[in-house]
C-alpha cells in the first residue's frame, strides 16, 4: 500500500473525525437539523450566490449523453434502486412518460448498511458496499426481466466504512471513508468481484473516487484533508499512482465531498460537505490535474442554521448543475453558461429531511432524491428551459435512503 499524504493533512486528520453515515452499526456524518415538513413544487429563487475566484495550480448513475450538450432518450424500462442505512435494497419499476415510481420488490443485502450502489454498463450486475468496519463490496446478478437481485458474493473493500463505489469497465473502485484509503476490485466473467489488485492511502475522510473522462485519471476528494487526490491510472492492470502533482487543495475546512463532470469533459464541479459550497474547477486532460475556478455558496441567501451539503450532477444538456442541502433540505440549481460558470441560482424543497443522493434520468427529465432522514424517495419533473424543478407524483418510502439509482433494463 502506498501512501501520498502529505504531513500537514495528516496532523489535520486527527481533527476530523466525523464519519460518513447515519445508522447503529456505519460511520455518521452531520445531517442537517431536521425541520418542518418542506414545501413542495415551484422553485424558489435565491440572491446572487457570493463568488470568489481562484487561480491555483495546474468528480454511480450519472446521466448519459451521447454528445456534449446533448440529452439522450429514454430507454424503454427502467428500474430504481434505492439503499441506505437499513438492511433492504429495494426497486421500483419507472415510468417513462411520468417519472412515477411503482415499488416491485427488495433484498436483504450482504450487509446490515448498504449506504452506495453502482451498477455495470450492461445492467447485468449491482455492486453494494457495506458502511461497516471492516468494510466489504458485494455482487449481485440483475434478472433482465425484472430487475431483481440475486446476491454473488462479497469482498475486502480495502479499508473501513465505504460511502462509495463505481464501476469503471473491468473494475470496481471503492472509497474507504474511515481508514482514508482506495481500492481496484476485479469484476470476474461471472459479474462477481476479485480481491483488490490496488489498494492506496489517499487522505482523511476519502468520500468518493470518480475516473475523469478517457479513463488515465482519477480523482478522491478526501474531507477531512480538505484535497482532492489526483492519481494516474492504468485500466489494463488496475493500478492507481500518485499524480506528480497528487493533491488539488480547497479552501481550509470546506470538507470536499463529491465530483461530477460537465459533458464537455474539460470542467468539473466538486461540492463541499462542510462549507455548503460548490466549485467549477477545469480539468487539464493531458497533465491529469484539477484547478479551482469559481466557488460559491450552495445555500440561498440568508439560510440559517445548520447545513451540509452532499450530492453533484450534471444535467446531459451541460445546461444545468444540482447539488443537495442537508440541513435547508433543498436541491439547488446553477444555470450554466457557455464556459461552465455558475449563475444566480434557485432552491427547491427536496420532499423531505436530509437529501443525501440524487440523480437524473438518462434524458434529464426527472430528477429523484433519497432523503436518508425522512426515509423517502421523491421524483421531480424538471423543466429543461428553466431548471425548475416541480414534484411528480406521489412519495415512496424507502427506510433512511442514502442511494437512489436509475438501470435501463436490456
Not at 9 to 29: E, I, K, Q, R
Not at 225 to 241: H, I
Not at 384 to 396: H, P
Request: charged letters at 15%; aromatic letters at 8%; hydrophobic letters at 40%.
Amino acid at each position: 500500500m502506498r501512501s501520498i499524504v502529505p504531513i500537514l493533512p495528516l496532523l489535520l486528520a486527527g481533527l476530523g473525525t466525523a464519519a460518513c453515515g447515519s445508522s447503529g452499526v456505519a460511520p455518521t456524518d452531520a445531517g442537517g437539523a431536521a425541520q418542518d415538513a418542506p414545501v413542495t413544487g415551484d422553485a424558489q429563487t435565491g440572491e446572487d450566490a457570493s463568488v470568489t475566484s481562484d487561480a491555483g495550480p495546474e468528480g454511480g448513475f450519472d446521466a448519459a449523453v451521447d454528445a456534449p450538450g446533448e440529452a439522450t432518450a429514454s430507454p424503454a424500462r427502467v428500474v430504481a434502486y434505492a439503499s441506505g442505512y437499513a438492511p433492504d435494497i429495494q426497486w421500483f419499476s419507472v415510468t417513462a412518460q411520468t417519472g412515477a415510481l411503482t415499488p416491485v420488490s427488495s433484498v436483504t443485502s450482504f450487509g446490515t448498511a448498504p449506504s452506495f450502489l453502482a451498477i455495470d454498463g450492461a445492467s447485468r450486475h449491482l455492486y453494494a458496499v457495506d458502511e461497516n468496519t471492516p468494510g466489504q463490496v458485494g455482487a449481485y446478478d440483475i434478472d433482465p426481466d425484472a430487475g431483481a437481485l440475486s446476491f454473488l458474493g462479497a469482498v475486502s473493500s480495502g479499508g473501513d466504512g465505504p460511502p462509495f463505489v463505481t464501476v469503471d469497465g473491468p473494475w470496481v473502485m471503492v472509497a474507504n471513508y474511515t481508514s482514508g484509503t482506495v481500492a481496484v476490485l476485479p469484476i470476474k466473467a461471472d459479474g462477481s468481484l476479485g480481491a483488490a489488485v490496488d489498494t492506496e492511502t489517499v487522505g482523511s475522510l476519502a468520500h468518493m473516487i470518480l475516473p475523469a473522462p478517457g479513463n488515465r485519471f482519477v480523482f478522491v476528494p478526501c474531507k477531512g484533508s480538505d484535497y482532492v487526490a489526483q492519481f494516474t491510472f492504468d485500466a489494463t492492470t488496475g493500478q492507481l499512482t500518485p499524480n506528480a502533482v497528487p493533491t488539488m487543495s480547497t479552501a481550509t475546512g470546506a470538507g470536499p465531498r463529491h465530483l461530477a463532470f460537465h459533458p464537455d469533459g474539460t470542467t468539473a464541479y466538486l461540492i463541499d460537505e462542510t462549507d455548503s459550497t460548490m466549485s467549477q474547477l477545469s480539468f487539464d486532460a493531458t497533465a491529469g490535474t484539477l484547478s479551482i475556478v469559481q466557488t460559491v455558496s450552495t445555500r440561498a441567501s440568508g439560510a440559517t442554521g445548520t447545513n451540509t451539503a452532499a450530492e453533484v450532477h450534471v444535467h446531459p444538456s451541460g445546461h444545468w448543475l444540482f447539488g443537495s442541502n442537508r440541513g435547508d433540505d433543498d436541491i439547488v440549481v446553477f444555470p450554466l453558461d457557455s464556459t461552465g460558470h455558475m449563475g444566480t441560482p434557485t432552491f427547491t424543497k427536496s420532499g423531505g429531511t436530509t437529501p443525501r443522493d440524487f440523480t437524473l434520468d438518462k434524458a434529464g427529465s426527472f430528477l429523484y432524491v433519497a432523503n436518508q432522514g425522512t426515509g423517502n424517495v421523491v421524483v421531480f419533473r424538471l423543466d429543461a428551459s428553466s431548471g425548475a424543478l416541480t414534484q411528480a407524483g406521489a412519495t415512496e418510502p424507502a427506510d433512511a435512503a442514502s442511494f437512489i439509482g436509475l438501470a435501463p433494463l436490456p
